[in-house]
Structure formats: structure tokens, C-alpha cells
């Protein structure tokens, strides 16, 4: 229908020209709306201006900034002049910023404010094809050979150009030349080597999602989105494109509990984008507050919260949202659930008249649905929230499918299951052999469709080794199949950690940092889908035993080393030393607690013959004290 995100947000224009596009807050906190025909004057404006500055079809600039109206009026100039933005969030390290702009070759990138500009600046003798920065919020300069100029500034020059006549029919006819394979975005992540690859997604790739979301998920014009999540992600970023094909609403604010939640009864949004995390951090909120009250009072909610699951387990027999892995018959259950659906329905809406009402009142009086991505979903919380009747939809995807390939439907959906797009084709292949897996067996997904990125910037041999030569993309995930095509996600293939705010994280250079120490021999990083990292680490005893002896602090044999206080304290020690912000690694990738294990790793055990680490055997051998650290 479009060939570029541009062309589908100018008809978006034509047909809502007076719409609210954005709610964005001013620096006394208070929401200013913009329609969408005057972001798209802002659009233009931007564009015109970056052309006069230089940009030209194909070049690739940065955005350095979190979330905020300007990012996004930013991006469509840039798409609009045939360019790709390179994106990061303002927690970037210099190191990564500095890869990004010099491997792209940025000649102009968008900051968020003086602390990001310097940060550029401070690394600007390593980029030599920078030559302006253009700040959000901040001081207008010339140094070293570039010039900063304000976001104020560029938009009055674009705004003078495009009140010419030549300026429009200039602007119209870049955006003409747009088409459906050019390179929109270059969204760097993470590597096991330390430096991030670039992943190139085009227009299509974002375009083919937005009509394919729309039918498993039923939108309403006017919808509002809170947007919490930084932008540079993949999630949030495609959720800013939904919102314009929706012609919804984006209200901007912040995933932090007290902003977040008093922006959520002022904006009063029908929908949330998030991360496990921020529902995590609510429901510990709930439990919590349900410590202040009488012991009446909790006994009576632990009652009604445990009658709501059952009461949802009932739900999804009688309308036939349970997982099934071979055709057959769902009128059993049928059945057998619309007795307790029943009656269990009346002790559900006394349940929400008398404790749940209060905690769906915090989301605001128009809130249908959170959709969670950017790590799996803990099943303890997708089923208090389902309890209670606040719906979360999971979305499943990578930054390499532009991201999603999957979502749960609305209003049904087969629990913990996600239905993917129509044109993806899935399919499930062993880990030991590649064979096709039947529905049911664990085995890693692969994806083939038209959201499948165009591959890594200037990288051919490893995309080369995630795409193979059918154009499967292998996602490095275990899942399993539905019978009728939906899929869950149970496990991980690959090394990387997903924490459950959503950070990406590779283990091998922390485990790397942590052997670093002459006190520890062995160490794996753990927090799948949890808050934090842990960390398993087998002690070096002949050094620590020489520490204590150099200290004359008394053991009986190294056999009770892993339990003496002294031996932990010198492990924690090491710990906050390797893994710290001073050796570049940044808060989420510091290990917030560890286990000390008795016995040193062994090949053919948790080792591999090449002295690798098997994951997978060490998750199932430490399970208990994996499980410990996150209790």
C-alpha cells in the first residue's frame, strides 16, 4: 500500500489532519498536545533544514537521545529524505557511541542535551565524518570543526524554507523518491565480541507489521499510548509507527514507578507498551501495600486472588484457549469448565468490586491492555495480573524482524501463546540434528518472512550465519508449536541474557572480567528473565588459601572454604571491582549477588571437550542455587 513509513504517515494526515498525534510534557510537567498536520509541518521543516545542512539520500545519521516528541519528528525527516537514523539511548558508553557513528560515517547526528553533545564531543578526533550536532535542549557552539546548533534553530530555518513554494515542491519530491527496500533505520545491538552489530531494517520490514498487528490485536482510532520505553529499541520504536497507523495518540513519560503511574491517571491511555519488569515492579507494589493492611483484609485478597485464577483456568476451557498439540475435540472441556466458570464468575466480580477495582483504578478508567515484549513473561505474573483483570498481551520478537514476529491476539488468546503474522512461516528444528520438529517438541525457532531484516551493516559473515541459505533466520530461541500455529517461548539457544527490564545482555565478557581475579578460577553469569544478574563462581583455592593464610585468618580445610563469611566478603569484593561502571560495563550488567560453588567445573559435565560452557547443563545441574540467587 506504501512504499515508505513516510507515505503512510502523510495519508495518516490527510485523513485525520486535526487528530492528536503526541503528548509531549514541558519542563513545568504539564502535556501538550500536536495534531498530526502539525507534526508533519515540523516533518518537513526538520527535512528541509538537514537538506540545507547537507543530508543527503542515503546517508546515515545518529539520534542519541531517549524517547520525546522531537525524536520521533526527527526520524520521519530523516526517512523522508531517503536517509537511515542510527539510533542509541542517552545510557550509551563513549566506546559504543563512538562505534556507531564512525562505522556508519555520521556526518550529522541529533543529541539530547549538553551531557550527550559532550559525550560526542569527547570522542569527536575518533569520528572524522562529523561535522554537526544538532541538540535537543543545550548550548549552540563551534568546536573543534563542528558545529552545534539547537533543535529551536534548525526547526526556524526548515520552517522558513517551507513557507516558500520551491521548499514544499523540494520536500515533496524527495519523499516521492522513497522506496520499500531502502535502508530506514540501523539499530546496533549487542555482540559477543563487545562490539554491537548493526542490524539494517528497510521500510518494508517496519510497513508489512503495522497491517498484520492490526488483525490480530482490534485498535480504535484515538487510542492513547503512554510510551515509557527508550525508542532506540526496536519494541518501542515499532510502537511508534503503530500509533500513526492507528492514529493514535503517544504520550510520553518515563518507566519509572511515581511518573509512570501518575501519568497513567492524567493521560488516562488505553494502552501501554512495557517490559516484564515494570509489571514485575507493580505487583511486588501491590504486595506490598497489602502488608499495611489488617490480617482480615489479606486473607480476604489472597482468597479472591486465588478463586480469579481458577476462575480464568475455567475462562480458557469454556472458550477453548488452551494449548493443544494435535487436533482434537475442545467440547470436553468445554464441559467440564462451565460449571466452576459459573460460579467461580461471581466470586470474581465480587472479587473486583471489593480488592481488584482498587488496583485497576491506578492504570486509569480507559486501560484495556499492557503489551509486554523485550523478555518472556514470568507465569506467576501474567497470571496475577490475568487474575485480577488486568490483560497483558506478550509480543515476541528480535531486533533482526524489525521486531516482532509474533503477539498475542485481543481480547482472546491462548495463554502463554503468541500467534504470529500471516506470511511468516515458523518452524521448529532440533538443537542436535536440524530436523523439523513435530507441534509440542522443544526444539529453535526459525522465521522466514517479509520483517526479516536486510542484514548486519558491512557484515556479511554473520548474517550470513543467522539467515541461512533458505532465508530462515535462526533465532537462537526453543519454542514450541501449537497445532493450529500459534507458538510459545520456553528457552534460550543462544548465550544472550534478557533480563526482565529488557536489556540485552552477552555474559561472556563479564564471565571474562570476573576470571580476571586470581581468587576466582570458574564463573557463569545467570538472570534469564529476571531483575538482575547472578553469578555461580568456583573459588581458585590455592590463591584464596593463601590469602588467608597472608591475612592469619583461621580455616580447618579448603574444604570449608565456600562457607567462611571472610572468603565471601573477598568474592564480593572482587565482584564490584572487575564488574563495575569504572571498567565500562554499565548498571544492568553488574552481578548483584552470587553462589559459591564446592567444586570446580568439570569436561563432560558442565564443560564441553573444547572446555566451553554448557549452559544448558549448568541451568539444569545449579538449579536450586540458581533459583537462590533470585529468591
Known sequence: MFNTLVEMFDSIVAKSPNAVAQMGKTAKGAFIPKTYKELQKEVRAVALALLELGVMRGDNIGIISDNRPEWLASDLAILALGGADVPRGRDAMPYEVEHILSVTEAKLTFAENDEQKEKILGISSNLPSLRTIVVFDGEEEERGGISVISYKSLLEKGNALFATTEGQKVIESEIALGKDDDTATIIFTSGTTGLPKGVMLSHRNMLYQLGEIDKIIDFKTGWKWLSVLPVWHSFERIIQYVSIYETGVLAYSKPIGKIMLTDLLRINPELMCSVPRIWETVKSGVNQAMRSKTPFERKMFSFFV??????????????????????????????????????????????????????????????????????????????????????????????????????????????????????????????????????????????????????????????????????????????????????????????????????????????????????????????????????????????????????????????????????????????????????????????????????????????????????????????????????
Not at 365 to 386: E, P, Q, T, Y
Not at 592 to 620: D, N
Request: no cysteine; proline share 5%; net charge neutral.
Open 306 to 631: 486465588a478463586a480469579a485464577r481458577k476462575y480464568r483456568k475455567a475462562e480458557d476451557m469454556v472458550f477453548g484457549l488452551r494449548p493443544r498439540y494435535k487436533e482434537s475435540s475442545d467440547i470436553p472441556g468445554k464441559i467440564l469448565g462451565f460449571i466452576p466458570y459459573l460460579f467461580l464468575g461471581i466470586v470474581y466480580r465480587i472479587g473486583d468490586k471489593l480488592a481488584f477495582r482498587q488496583i485497576k483504578d491506578k492504570f486509569g478508567s480507559s486501560f484495556i491492555a499492557g503489551i509486554s515484549g523485550g523478555g518472556s513473561m514470568s507465569k506467576d505474573v501474567d497470571d496475577f495480573f490475568s487474575a485480577i483483570g488486568v490483560k497483558l498481551l506478550n509480543g515476541y520478537g528480535m531486533t533482526e524482524t524489525a521486531p516482532v514476529i509474533g503477539v498475542q491476539s485481543y481480547p482472546h488468546a491462548v495463554r502463554g501463546f503468541m500467534h504470529p503474522f500471516a506470511g511468516t512461516e515458523l518452524k521448529v528444528i532440533s538443537t542436535e540434528d536440524g530436523h523439523v520438529l513435530p507441534p509440542g517438541e522443544k526444539g529453535e525457532l526459525l522465521v522466514r518472512g517479509p520483517q526479516v531484516m536486510k542484514g548486519y551493516y558491512k557484515d556479511p559473515e554473520r548474517t550470513a550465519r543467522i539467515i541461512d541459505s533458505e532465508g530462515f533466520l535462526h533465532t537462537g530461541d526453543l519454542a514450541i508449536l501449537e497445532y493450529r500455529g500459534d507458538f510459545a517461548i520456553v528457552g534460550r539457544v543462544k548465550d544472550t541474557i534478557v533480563l526482565s527490564g529488557g536489556e540485552n545482555i552477552e555474559p561472556v565478557p563479564i564471565e571474562a572480567a570476573l576470571q580476571e581475579s586470581e581468587y576466582i578460577a570458574q564463573a557463569v553469569v545467570v538472570g534469564q528473565d529476571e531483575k538482575y544478574l547472578g553469578a555461580l563462581i568456583v573459588p581458585d583455592e590455592k590463591s584464596i588459601e593463601r590469602y588467608l593464610k597472608d591475612n592469619k585468618i583461621p580455616y580447618i580445610s579448603r574444604a570449608d572454604l565456600d562457607g567462611m563469611e571472610e572468603v565471601r566478603h573477598l568474592i564480593a569484593s572482587e565482584v564490584m571491582r572487575l564488574v563495575s561502571k569504572e571498567r565500562g560495563f554499565k548498571a544492568f550488567e553488574q552481578v548483584s549477588r552470587f553462589r559459591i560453588l564446592p567444586e570446580a567445573f568439570q569436561v563432560g559435565r558442565e564443560l564441553s571437550a573444547k572446555q566451553e560452557v554448557k549452559r544448558s547443563e549448568i541451568q539444569k545441574l545449579y538449579k536450586k542455587e540458581i533459583e537462590s540467587l533470585f529468591s
